[in-house]
């Protein structure tokens, strides 16, 4: 297939601010090791032998030998079922539970949203309540007066905001928690499940809270059975089951394996062994890229491609697609190589996504092999050079006109 | 939020801590303190109000009680006025010490919320609990000195003897307070069954009636009944102008002190517990 540009289908998007940019490693924020942390299970004769001391107690395992770290500026993705140990974790990272054994390292102000609960009297008014919670986070009086305002406005109370929670909706309560727990820049965030409160308006604004916070440099662990939350949000992730952290890495390839995403089996056509893992390029050169595949019927395989990013707290997007095109007739070895002239990407790290298809019966590409983020098993596309202030560098030229008044 | 720190005094970096607690725990004591006193009245539309008016409205029905119905007087005593400030010289305090113990046994429980979301020593709720018997004790004893000047007493230096009393009160009940609260965790009838424990020990002590009333061989062992000791410590400076019994100092500095470190040790131990029940 030779000459196949990626001019024919390349769509561009233009986000600003410089995409997959590469950071020196921060320090860490949140370190645990060898976490474990047990529940004694208490009946009527248990209860004695605790209050009384003395005497061998039943426990259950809520945690087991967890690692984990953190680092400033990252948000690690916890999954997990219910019951999986992710509130516990939360909750001994956060130090409101004593860890059983192991031990647990926390650098900085720690904002714990591990449930919606007020955690509080109902009585209160919204005010008043998003007074203590600060107040009780050891804030000082005078930064609280000049939160109050910016978390009534977040939140959306009105007039509400000086009325008991008692009258509130749901979803109002949710409002203020949310506000009220993010309020406070430059935390560390534990995040249970609440991503997943509110309207579609108020989630959009949680979302945004929480970048600007992540940009702002804050840290932290989300913990939630939404998949689509984590690879919003996290670059890493892990799996926890039954207390144990049974799977770890980049969230793409943690969430496909959470699924369990059927792959496939790439029995008549694949992408041969020796593809690369890292294909590397420089920006606004032009550049071949050579993917060696294994053909092994004899009908029309169909070759796409895709470059995207991942930028956190805003999750994965397009940058280039190019579309399907039709390669290797005959059965056989081939290097597919891919010219792209200038190469429209500024410098960075990039996900490299390549697939092999057939036409179906209704004409739609059925996949035969995948090397994709989604499966975990993207390429990464390196592009070194002069750094730029967009992602992608489109052929585009200026003219500044004065208009005719 | 480990637990187990009763090293009396230790410096930890650059933070002191006396008894495991440091600055920033006394910051949070004083929180709890004013978020125990708001939530007690929230939503009343007096409010604040009736920490004063309910243990004054006790008083007073007490006064008019025992001064115009039952007539009480002390032995040799000429006036029925006389009785009522002695009984409410007793009465005060212990108002004060069923307050604190019955807002302390609940402390933990009752602010499940907080022990579930916030990382802090939660022994800072009982002990915030127990102090919340300050404001009975302050109501009552703005009414005993009312009382007093009323009957034509001089105000006197030696009333000042009841504040070392007054803190090896707090100490004293703060350790059964902690001790309690600990327990009602996990067995919850504690907190139901505290109010009859209380008025038992109420009449089982000399507070409604003098010491003498007692059987002779009651009251050789009644005279170290901790609360004896505690009204006697209020009735000498307020009605005799004496300071309080140095041996009845001493002695209820030992048992306050050894109340105080045991239900802190024993508060510690069980709340490594307290996620199983709360």
Redesign the interface.
Known sequence: MPGSSWAGGLFATAVPGAAGEEKPAARPVIECRDLSKT????DGQS?WR??L?GGCLNGFPALRDVTLQVRQGEFLGVLGRNGAGKSTLL?TL?????PTSGTVRVAGP?S?I??L?????E??TGHDFAR?WL????TGRRQIGGLLGEIAEFAELRDYFNN?IYTYSAGMKARLFFSVATSLPGQIYLIDEVLSVGDEHFQTKCWRRLRERLSAGASGILATHDWAAVLKLCREACVLERGRIVDRGSSSGVVQRYLGLPQPRGDSAAFAPHLPSVYCALTEEDTTLSIPIDVRVASVIWFGCSVESFRQGIGWSHLLQVEPRPIAPTPGLYDVEMTISSLPLSPGEYSLNLFLSARGPEGTLVPLDVRSWTYGNDLTLSVAGKPRESVTILPLRWRGRRALS | MRSGDDVFVAVRGRTVQILGFDRADALRLLNFLKMGLRDRFLGSTLGLVWAIVNPLLMMGIFTFVFAFVFRSRLPGAETSLSFVIWLISGYGPWLAISDSLATSTGAVTGNSGLVKNLAFKTELLPIAGSLMGLVPLAVSTCYLVALLVLSGTRPSWSWLGILPVLVLQFVFITGIGLCLAAVNVFVRDTALVLPNVLMILLFSSPIFYPLSEFPKAVQGVLQFHPFQVIAEGYRQPLLHRAWPAPWGLAYLTILSVLAFIGGLVFFRKLKGYFDARI
């Open positions: 529940f004694v299970v208490l209860i605790v209050i001391g909750r956060g130090g409101v539970y004593a720690v714990g591990y449930e609960g007020m955690a509080g009297n009585l209160l203590r107040s009780l986070h050891g008991p």
